[in-house]
């Protein structure tokens, strides 16, 4: 099956050790695309500079730029000067991961959602889609309604942001979790959603519901490497090698033939992210 990983911390400290031989293993599993997103500056400049020196025998590495809701309270001014800048690296294809995280909470609300405005806002300006994590705590959605609320604020989805991003979707909703009616929400708004390992916890039921309703062409599969491993992987260190096991989820719960799920995997990875397409943001 092809798979791509659109999603994975590569440049995280657990695999400083043997990331050649962990991208090695992505590529023998069939992973074709991956791409790195930071959480900070430091690992958005480690992810970018991953994406221009690529590994022999690996996939090719895009990355993304950004300040996770967890970094928010830290993110002073040059600290967002320097994600703006790298944000402007041909190899960088997404802004983020942001969003709003009002489950571990380590930043304050007002905090994360002005962190997540200027990432808009730089999506918006570089024609790149935004990535978007997303977390209530279990058994709440304020953090998913606070977020729709953002984006339509902000004016995602509206005709000028979908010129500018020519065709592709303005923000993708990352390690789906939540209802139903906030997977068609974010559908309505153009966004595309990528399923991780989460969907085998037991809180997170109405992914499979929400996985049938994404269209083709927005559907990513990701493993958010090294958090939520899948059954089988190692706890504490997912592999983008263990995507599979969530791609062949997808294809179960929407009744695919796993290698027409595949391709139409890659195809989806690069209709978002303007690879291969010449389409990447200027
Ligand atoms: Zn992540």
Redesign the pocket.
């Known amino acids: 099956m092809r798979l791509v990983d659109a ?1 994975a ?1 590569v440049q995280a400290d657990r695999f400083a050790r043997d990331l050649p031989g962990v991208l090695g293993a992505a590529a023998a599993s069939g992973v074709e695309r991956l791409l790195v ?1 930071g ?1 900070n500056v430091v690992s958005s400049r480690e992810a970018v500079a991953l994406a221009h020196a690529p590994t022999p025998g690996a996939p090719p590495i895009d990355a993304a730029v950004g300040i996770h809701p967890h970094e928010a309270s830290g993110a002073d001014d040059s600290a967002w000067a320097e994600i703006a800048a790298l944000a402007a690296e041909p190899f960088v294809v997404a802004i983020g ?1 942001t969003g709003l995280d009002y489950d571990r909470a380590f930043s304050p609300r007002e905090d994360q959602l002005v962190n997540l405005r200027r990432h808009l806002a730089l999506g918006r300006e570089t024609g790149k889609p935004v990535i978007l ?1 997303c977390r209530s705590a279990a058994g709440l959605r304020d953090a998913q309604d606070d977020l729709i609320a953002e984006l339509r604020t902000a004016g995602v989805g509206d005709r000028a942001w979908r010129e500018r991003l020519g065709g592709r979707p303005p923000a993708v909703l ?2 789906f979790s939540g209802p139903v009616d906030y997977a068609e929400a974010a559908l309505g708004l153009g966004l595309a959603i990528g399923f991780s390992g989460l969907v085998f916890r037991r809180t997170e039921e109405s992914s499979a519901d929400a996985v049938r309703r994404v269209p083709a062409q927005r559907l990513l599969v990701e493993t ?1 490497s090294p ?1 939520l491993s899948p059954p089988g992987a190692p706890k504490r260190r997912n592999e983008p090698a263990w995507v599979g096991v969530t791609a062949h989820w997808v294809a179960r719960q929407r009744d695919a033939d796993p290698d027409t799920l595949g391709a139409a995997l890659v195809a989806a990875y690069d209709a978002t992210f303007g690879r291969g397409t010449g389409e990447q943001g200027t």
């Open positions: 999603h911390h997103p959480w991961e994590h990352h390690s958010d958090y």
